[in-house]
């Protein structure tokens, strides 16, 4: 199979989120938005207490609140520090006066203070909670807390359930952007770890500890020492045992659960080699990928971000071999993938895209003519009008592929001339260049089929009599030289008429 005709793996950006209550970020999305706060109560400090320094939190004059934490007692800056947790969730800009040595020492001190002090549960989620929130806050200043990763390991294994949550989410926050760093990280003891909690009973503590461990796989695998590792991070993940303990606790979980599985298990596909791919594809793991697409979300955005994984995941394992297009046909999402096709929401449109673009690119052109003969809607919303620039250049990417590669299909998506006059039309109107030059891409890919096999020959007569022509004219003056000469190419190559 030509691997180089396969769209790239999908690659998914991790965010670092806030301690609770703040709203959380997206993790793991293509999309920017910020999460409602799924995680419950944080603690908060007792209106009777006075906190010193309070008034100057209060004002957010930062500065002066460090040199007075700097000179406190230790009592005092226990005290201080919860003041401090409360504002940095509402407040990002006070990190960066946070980020100073001397405040960073203070903390490494005060975990040194409290270690093996079992009575310290309060005291050491303060810390852990300033730290998730200043690696939330502040990516490019994350290194400075270095000194912090053996306090928040050491939580991880701490058996205080509640100590436990805390040190995760910070550690899980410092990992996203520490990617050289973070292979030293990925052992057996810690993966084994934050797996140990996908089915506690306990829904907030799994999703976090599922949170935590697709945003250390993710890091270690964007890192350059990667490939020192004896073995793919993915790769590991395919084992029996612990793919048991992902399906039950998918199959089992809340909505919110089963989204940070989805993420994990589609990070692992986007990664994993070929063969622990098709190890993969030998156990339940479609069967239980299905529970995506069938969960009753209770908001619409959760909805949008289930199919998208799932999309993502289908279209990963088309990107591995050609024999793996059954494996989708005979689990049966391509109807799941034709509903998500035709999506109003561009962000699933956009991933549908990747995943019929990765399906057509098999050289299997019998299982391919012989999926799109049953599911004859799986193009029906091929030319409809896509929101955004980002979709739609996935979208010309894949038609430029269907018009070049599948000449079984040209007739049938050529069949409402009105649509693709609509289609190329809006896609025309933008100041993007890479939208312009994929659409003309396309443009001439299905004017040279028209011409070379006088198929819908009468399409070229019809596009200059809708406005085509025009708008080519346009574009031979638009300022983007690429684009100035690719228009000029097509109206001399099938516009210009000597009669």
Request: hydrophobic share 40%; glycine share 4%; proline share 3%.
């Amino acid at each position: 199979m030509n691997q180089e005709k396969r769209i790239k793996k999908i690659q998914i950006q991790h965010k670092s989120p806030l301690m609770p209550n703040f709203p959380r970020k997206s993790n793991n999305r293509v999309r920017e938005r910020r999460r409602k706060n799924l995680f419950g109560a944080r603690i908060l400090p007792s209106p009777t207490l006075h906190v010193p320094g309070e008034e100057l939190m209060e004002e957010n004059d930062i500065d002066p609140f460090v040199t007075l934490f700097l000179e406190s007692s230790v009592v005092e800056q226990f005290d201080m520090l919860e003041k401090l947790a409360v504002s940095l969730s509402e407040n990002a800009a006070i990190s960066d006066a946070l980020y100073s040595p001397g405040f960073v020492a203070a903390l490494v001190s005060l975990t040194e203070k409290l270690d093996g002090d079992e009575d310290a549960q309060t005291e050491i989620t303060r810390i852990y909670w300033i730290t998730a929130n200043l690696c939330a806050h502040n990516v490019s200043l994350r290194h400075q807390l270095m000194d912090l990763v053996p306090f928040m390991i050491k939580g991880i294994f701490d058996t205080d359930t509640i100590v436990v949550f805390y040190a995760m989410w910070a550690f899980a926050n410092y990992i996203t952007s520490m990617h050289e760093e973070s292979p030293e990280f990925w052992t057996n003891e810690l993966v084994s770890r934050l797996l140990s909690f996908l089915r506690c009973g306990d829904q907030k503590l799994s999703r976090t500890a599922t949170w935590t461990l697709a945003n250390l796989l993710q890091s270690v695998l964007k890192s350059t020492y990667a490939d020192d590792l004896k073995v793919n991070p993915a790769d590991e993940l395919v084992d029996e045992d612990i793919l048991n303990q992902v399906f039950t606790a998918l199959v089992d979980g809340s909505p919110e659960l089963i989204l940070e599985i989805g993420n994990l298990l589609c990070i692992v596909t986007t990664h994993c080699s070929p063969e622990a791919l098709g190890s993969l594809l030998e156990t339940d793991f479609l069967t239980n990928m299905h529970v995506l697409q069938n969960v009753d979300f209770p908001q619409e955005f959760d909805k949008i971000s289930a199919y998208e994984l799932l999309l993502k995941t289908i279209g990963n394992v088309l990107s591995g071999k050609d024999e793996y297009v059954h494996s989708i046909y005979e689990y049966d999402f391509f109807p799941f993938i034709s509903r998500c096709f035709v999506s109003s929401n561009h962000v699933v449109r956009k991933t549908a895209a990747f995943v019929v673009c990765n399906f057509l690119a098999g050289e299997d052109t019998a299982i391919i003519a012989d999926i799109v003969a049953e599911f004859p809607d799986l193009f029906d919303g091929i030319f409809l009008t896509t929101p955004t620039d980002d979709a739609i250049k996935t979208e010309l990417a894949m038609l430029s592929g269907v018009f070049r590669q599948h000449e079984f299909l040209f007739e049938s998506l050529l069949s409402d001339y009105d649509q693709v006059v609509s289609f190329f039309k809006s896609q025309f109107d933008t100041k993007d260049g890479t939208v312009l030059e994929y659409g003309l891409q396309l443009l001439h890919h299905i004017l040279h089929r028209v011409t070379v096999d006088g198929i819908a020959d009468d399409i070229i007569e019809y596009f200059a009599l809708s406005g085509i022509e025009d708008v080519l004219d346009r574009l031979t003056g638009v300022g983007i030289e690429r684009i100035e000469r690719f228009s000029s190419q097509i109206m001399d190559e099938f516009f210009t008429s000597d009669e």
